[in-house]
């Protein structure tokens, strides 16, 4: 019996000492938190919530959450900081330097716990952001899931927390958590990280729902990720269908979500339901333009290019000046003057209307590359095609063989200026500097002929 109570008081002293602890290093961390002393936080934080008493206590958790909150949020304030800022705007971004050692009218600051220094130049601006060597590096603040660690550590919180005491308090910080999700989807789906941009945006629309609320803008991104996946991968395209008509069904205000979900079912081959989105759009938007924009495409996928361009043109009426508009238009024209089940003579119209319809495009916006590439090509295509018709006729036919060369080469110099134009604007596009080689040749340019073909030789 002695034995045993022996045991027992053993286990109490135990028991107690543990909870000493768990109390010391709870404390500790807190304090080194307010102290703006995150490495120590986050060291301590770690030891108070291995004890067994942290399993009954909201507070620990929930401090674990700001802990893994802040050292996030280094890394998302230090992508603030670029070339150029002032000092003033440095010190908003990131606070006061761990240091700031002058040499003369230049400074550079050193940031401790984000790792890099910011050299201040003589006109007080940002000249040069450098990472800290990695053995200054302060490793323990380098933790790329933290906002992963702070979100389990709240949502513990919330599990423990059964008297609501700090109801308020995790709530408030879930939220943000939630928004620094979207934030991150948003940088990963401008680097074309769609897998990573599409799993922090579900992540924001969980947080939304267990507070049954809808997060339209991250079931938006959600459908985003998944369009352009579904471009990539058509497995992908009832996935992508599937968030569109949900965005339809909470009904939205955002056109493009008609015109994608249009655009998505006409790539699977459901034109029908690719209709009835643009017909809901047109209900939600009347006289919206881009929604006849993709209507006429999807006339165009089915060949239907003369519905195409009667669609076009009533959104023309509308904004005459729309140069989307305009240049679609100049493209449907396009293909059908390709179009050999039509009559020679009403694919003679359409070419002339297919240029027409480029230079207005051109008239509102001189520079708009695809309408100067194409309308290029319009020329280029018809010299070529009339050389080579030129080239069919025997030695007999002299007169006429030379009247179709002119009659070609005409073309080419037509060609010229726009295709010109074109490499100016974007001094790499291969196609361009293919045909302006070909036009070089043919019209025996060569200076510019030796110059293109350096440029190609270099890309």
């Known amino acids: 019996m002695k034995r045993t109570l022996v045991l027992f008081a053993l286990i109490m002293l135990v028991s107690g000492a543990f909870a000493q602890d768990f109390k010391k290093d709870k404390k500790a961390a807190i304090k080194a938190y307010n102290g703006k002393d995150l490495a120590k936080a986050k060291e301590m934080i770690e030891k108070a919530v291995a004890y067994p008493e942290a399993s009954t206590d909201?507070?620990?958790?929930?401090?674990?959450?700001?802990?893994?909150?802040?050292?996030?949020?280094?890394?998302?304030?230090?992508?603030?900081?670029?070339?150029?800022?002032?000092?003033?705007?440095?010190?908003?971004?990131?606070?006061?330097p761990s240091s700031a050692v002058k040499s003369g009218a230049s400074e550079l600051l050193t940031y401790n716990d984000y790792n890099i220094t910011v050299n201040i130049s003589?006109?007080?601006?940002?000249?040069?952001?450098?990472?800290?060597?990695?053995?200054?590096?302060?490793?323990?603040?380098?933790?790329?899931?933290?906002?992963?660690i702070a979100y389990d550590a709240y949502m513990k919180a919330r599990t423990i927390d059964t008297k609501g005491s700090l109801k308020t308090e995790i709530a408030s910080k879930i939220k943000v958590v939630g928004g620094e999700y979207f934030n991150s989807?948003?940088?990963?789906?401008?680097?074309?990280?769609?897998?990573?941009?599409?799993?922090?945006?579900?992540?924001?629309?969980?947080?939304?729902?267990?507070?049954h609320v809808i997060d339209t803008l991250a079931n938006y991104g959600v459908a985003l990720c998944l369009e352009k996946k579904a471009a990539l991968d058509k497995a992908f395209l009832d996935q992508a269908i599937k968030q569109y008509e949900y965005l339809v069904q909470i009904k939205m205000k955002e056109v493009s979500v008609y015109t994608s979900l249009a655009t998505l079912y006409k790539d699977k081959g459901d034109l029908e339901k690719g209709s009835e989105t643009i017909n809901k759009g047109k209900e939600m938007f009347p006289g919206n333009t881009d929604l006849v924009i993709t209507e006429a495409n999807m006339y165009i996928s089915t060949n239907n290019h003369a519905k195409a361009v009667e669609s076009l043109k009533v959104a023309k009426e509308k904004e005459p000046k729309n140069v989307s508009v305009l240049y679609a238009i100049g493209v449907t024209y396009d293909l059908l003057k390709n179009d050999v089940s039509l009559p020679a003579d009403e694919r003679a119209k359409y070419f002339d209307a297919a240029?027409?319809?480029?230079?207005?495009?051109?008239?509102?916006?001189?520079?708009?590359?695809?309408?100067?590439?194409?309308?290029?090509?319009?020329?280029?295509?018809?010299g070529g095609e009339v050389i080579n018709e030129a080239n069919?006729?025997?030695?007999?036919?002299?007169?006429?063989?030379?009247?179709?060369?002119?009659?070609?080469?005409?073309?080419?110099?037509?060609?010229?200026?726009y295709l010109e134009k074109c490499e100016t604007i974007n001094p790499k596009d291969k196609s361009t500097l293919v045909s302006l080689k070909e036009i070089y040749a043919r019209l025996n340019m060569t200076q510019k002929l030796g110059e293109v073909n350096t440029k190609l030789s270099n890309l």
């Open 58 to 96: 909201a507070d620990v958790w929930f401090n674990k959450g700001n802990i893994y909150l802040d050292i996030h949020m280094l890394s998302v304030n230090k992508e603030k900081v670029q070339v150029g800022m002032t000092k003033i705007e440095v010190y908003a971004a990131l606070g006061e």
């Open 122 to 148: 003589e006109a007080g601006k940002v000249d040069k952001i450098n990472e800290l060597p990695k053995e200054n590096a302060n490793q323990a603040l380098q933790v790329p899931n933290a906002l992963d």
């Open 185 to 211: 989807g948003i940088v990963h789906f401008q680097q074309n990280s769609y897998d990573a941009a599409m799993s922090s945006f579900e992540k924001t629309v969980a947080i939304s729902n267990e507070n």
């Open 355 to 382: 240029i027409q319809s480029y230079k207005e495009t051109l008239e509102v916006d001189p520079n708009y590359f695809d309408a100067l590439f194409n309308l290029g090509a319009i020329y280029f295509n018809k």
């Open 392 to 417: 069919k006729l025997p030695i007999s036919e002299t007169a006429k063989y030379e009247k179709m060369v002119a009659d070609g080469n005409n073309y080419l110099n037509l060609a010229l200026p």
